[in-house]
Every structure is written in structure tokens, then in C-alpha cells.
């Protein structure tokens, strides 16, 4: 059975609404809902076009919303965080809700987990080999990828890795990606991160749930320095090239063949 669209009865002078429960606009003519890359249509239930990412998420049905759950879930943009791993979910879960007296303790991963999950960039985490860089002093654990569409926080299952540490540390480099402090180049079909530096890995140690060995009980200076050592970097990777948090509301995401990247209008 169809239901019918839901509609409002207004009184003089009230201003008809015009953004819909996810805050997009309106559509009063089409009866149909922007979600962003899809419309929406109220009556069925159901999208007008096929989810684009459909491929990583097999286990829905392609013209579903929000996992099928739009009681509890929203997905403004269409473009999500997604965990493919359970054991990361769950500490992403625990992490995220974690409270002391009220409080929650790990604000920082909390604001950044929102603005990577309201993004229209997909963020994707899961488990995979992470292959070492020639030249770096120790194996790597963790890394972002890129194949032109999606990012992918990639935790190696094979090392002892904890999504506390490693997972939360790759995404403050999303994070970074998100403020255009980083950008891929695509290299062989594999996103390559760019622009990478002191200031970027310094934030990743400092700001992870849990810390890396090597970094527990170091200040924001002695963590510099060490990073500074194990990435090897020479004294014109100190600092971020720009910040661009202000014109941020304005940026496009740019997929080429060989570029991922965002860009930023100048104002
Ligand atoms: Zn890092």
C-alpha cells in the first residue's frame, strides 16, 4: 500500500517550509526530496535513481535510504563514514559514546567523526594489508587510499592494530584531507597523499585515542621531534601549506584521472 505524501496546513501569514527534515530544499512541485544525488520520492518510499555507491553496500537493496532505517539514521549527502570491519565499528561505537559524568571524553574524535559523515566525500574503513614505504624507518600499520571515488582508512589486520590507535590516527589525516590540507595523486589506479608533513602527522599522534607507543608521554614539541626523525622530512615539510577552513562551505571534490582532490573557490 502507498501512502500518501505527508502535507501541511497553513495559517495565514506562516511561511511555507522550505528546507525538509535533512535541511535540503523543498521541492513543492515535483513532490520529490533532495537527498543531495538523489531525489526522493515521499510517497513510495523509495529513491527516483539507483544509490551511485550501490556497489559497496550489496547487502541493500539499491534504491534504499539510510540502511533501510530512516527512523534512526540520516544521510544527507548520500556520502557516509562506513565501517566494513565489525571489531572497528564497535570501537568506533564505544569510542564515540564513551561519557564521564555527562561529559563525553573524546571530543575531538566526535567532531571529527560528524564532519567526516555529513562530507561528499565517501570515507570507507576496513581491514587490509597496508604495504610499507621504501625508505621509512619502521613498517607502517595504517594508511588513506584513494581509487578516485571513495577514501579508505585502511587498518593492517596483520600487525597488531587497534582501531583506537591506528584507525583513528589515519582519520585525522581525512580530516586534514577535508580542510584541503592533503590531496591524492593518483598513481597506477592508487590515491598516492600528497602534501604531507611535520604539522600533519604531529596532529595524527597527538590526537588519536590511543597513542602510539613511541609517542605516549611526549609534549606537542618532543612529538614534532620525533616525527620530524621516523618520517624523515627536510625543512620545507614543517608546515601545512593552507588553511582554508573559510571558504570550506564553498569547496567542490575533484575526481580526474589521475587527481582526487578538493577545491576551493577564492571568495
Ligand atoms: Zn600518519
Known amino acids: 500500500m502507498l501512502t500518501k505524501a505527508r502535507s501541511f496546513t497553513l495559517k495565514d501569514n506562516v511561511i511555507f517550509p522550505r528546507q525538509g527534515f535533512i535541511g535540503k530544499e523543498l521541492d513543492s512541485e515535483s513532490d520529490l526530496a533532495d537527498h543531495g544525488v538523489r531525489k526522493y520520492d515521499y510517497s513510495t518510499g523509495r529513491f527516483m535513481a539507483i544509490d551511485p555507491l550501490w556497489e559497496e553496500y550489496k547487502a541493500f537493496n539499491t534504491y534504499q535510504y539510510a540502511a533501510n532505517n530512516p527512523m534512526i539514521?540520516?544521510?544527507?549527502?548520500?556520502?557516509?563514514?562506513?565501517?566494513?570491519?565489525?571489531?572497528h565499528?564497535?570501537?568506533?561505537?564505544?569510542?564515540?559514546?564513551?561519557?564521564?559524568?555527562?561529559?563525553?571524553v573524546n571530543q575531538f574524535y566526535r567532531d571529527m567523526y560528524d564532519k567526516l559523515n555529513s562530507s561528499d566525500v565517501?570515507?570507507?574503513?576496513?581491514?587490509?594489508?597496508?604495504?610499507?614505504?621504501?625508505?621509512?624507518?619502521?613498517?607502517?600499520?595504517?594508511?588513506?587510499?584513494?581509487?578516485?571515488?571513495n577514501i579508505y582508512i585502511d587498518i593492517?589486520?596483520?600487525?597488531?592494530?587497534?582501531?583506537?590507535?591506528e584507525g583513528t590516527h589515519?582519520?585525522?589525516?581525512?580530516?586534514?584531507?577535508?580542510?584541503?590540507?592533503?590531496?591524492?595523486?593518483?598513481?597506477?589506479?592508487?590515491?598516492?597523499?600528497?602534501?604531507?608533513?611535520?604539522?600533519?602527522?604531529?596532529?595524527?599522534?597527538?590526537?588519536?585515542?590511543?597513542?602510539?607507543?613511541?609517542?605516549?608521554?611526549?609534549?606537542?614539541?618532543?612529538?614534532?621531534?620525533?616525527?620530524?626523525?621516523?618520517y624523515r622530512f627536510?625543512?620545507?615539510?614543517?608546515?601545512?601549506?593552507?588553511?582554508?577552513?573559510?571558504?570550506?562551505?564553498?569547496?567542490?571534490?575533484?575526481?580526474?584521472p589521475t587527481f582526487f582532490g578538493i577545491l576551493y573557490p577564492k571568495p
Open 170 to 230: 589515519e582519520m585525522i589525516h581525512a580530516l586534514q584531507f577535508e580542510r584541503g590540507q592533503e590531496d591524492f595523486q593518483l598513481i597506477n589506479g592508487k590515491g598516492v597523499g600528497q602534501r604531507n608533513c611535520v604539522d600533519a602527522e604531529a596532529e595524527a599522534y597527538e590526537h588519536s585515542v590511543v597513542r602510539n607507543s613511541d609517542y605516549i608521554g611526549l609534549n606537542t614539541q618532543e612529538i614534532r621531534n620525533k616525527v620530524r626523525t621516523q
Open 73 to 87: 539514521m540520516i544521510d544527507p549527502s548520500g556520502f557516509t563514514v562506513t565501517f566494513t570491519n565489525s571489531e
Open 89 to 104: 565499528q564497535s570501537a568506533h561505537d564505544r569510542i564515540y559514546n564513551e561519557q564521564v559524568d555527562g561529559v563525553y
Open 234 to 256: 627536510n625543512q620545507n615539510q614543517e608546515h601545512f601549506e593552507d588553511l582554508r577552513t573559510d571558504e570550506v562551505n564553498q569547496r567542490t571534490v575533484l575526481r580526474t
Open 156 to 165: 593492517d589486520p596483520n600487525q597488531n592494530t587497534k582501531y583506537e590507535r
Open 122 to 149: 565517501s570515507y570507507i574503513v576496513k581491514a587490509t594489508t597496508v604495504e610499507n614505504i621504501p625508505g621509512m624507518t619502521e613498517p607502517r600499520s595504517g594508511t588513506i587510499t584513494t581509487d578516485g571515488q
